[in-house]
């Protein structure tokens, strides 16, 4: 608040001195905004840089397996045959999985589908070197893509093993960095508190996260193992 100083004349000509309260805008209480805005958050820098290094190993894998699906079907177009460099066996046969009908399961080409969304992962990653920060929508958002990555390879992987019946080195690589990435977004929105979760899982997670892709590959190699054990034995 300040006091101002007015001189007022009477009738009768003399000057009255009167005082005037005015309020001071800028002494006036700050706006909220920043307490009332969305909390943000950037992840550390291995979160980051294993973003970019996972994203790029699916990217590759997806890139490689679609120019060898363009290579296969130039091939039959030509009345000819190409066998993919991966596909060493009878079990490592990678051109076996590219012919199935659940190499398209969306009327595309699944390695298509990699094209995009491990270019998206590497953006992200990109952006949390930059020092980015990003809202809760959009990490439970990239959290939800995640989760649908997970799922698809883990249906693939079903397929691989006990319906087409081989084994794409490739595949195998995009889903080792999906598995990755999923565990350590979704232990990065639990520790933040994005995602509700019990505090002794907030701790486990804070100091074990390695944990659970470690387990979660472990088992997928004992079922490759496994499923063909006659043939890694002979």
């Keep these: 608040m300040a006091l101002s100083e007015v001189v007022q004349v009477s009738s009768d000509g003399i000057g009255v001195m009167s005082k005037t309260t005015v309020q001071d805008v800028s002494t006036g209480p700050e706006p909220e905004c ?25 990217l590759l894998a997806s890139w490689v397996i679609t120019i060898d699906k363009f290579k296969i079907l130039e091939a039959k177009v030509e009345g000819k045959t190409f066998t993919p460099g991966c596909s ?9 999985v590219m012919e ?3 190499a398209a399961v969306f009327g595309f080409p699944n390695p298509m589908l990699g094209l995009v969304a491990y270019g998206i992962v590497i953006c992200v990653g990109m952006s949390l070197l930059a020092r980015a920060r990003f809202p809760r929508w959009y990490w439970l ?20 093993l006990y319906r087409i019946n081989a084994l794409c080195l490739w595949c195998s690589l995009a889903w080792v960095a999906t598995i990755l990435m999923f565990w350590y977004v979704t232990s990065f929105n639990i520790r933040k508190g994005f995602l509700p979760a019990p505090s002794w899982l907030r701790s486990f997670f804070a100091e074990f996260t390695w944990v659970m892709p470690v387990l979660h590959i472990g088992i997928i190699g004992m079922l490759v193992l496994t499923r063909w054990w006659d043939f890694w034995m002979s």
């Design 34 to 58: 920043a307490e009332n805005a969305p909390r943000a958050e950037g992840g550390s820098r291995a979160l980051a840089l294993l973003l970019v290094i996972t994203g790029a190993a699916g």
């Design 100 to 102: 199935s009908k659940q």
């Design 88 to 96: 060493l066996n009878p079990v490592v046969s990678c051109g076996s």
């Design 141 to 160: 958002t990239f959290n939800a893509g995640c989760l649908f990555g997970v799922s698809f390879c883990a249906w693939l992987m079903f397929q691989s």
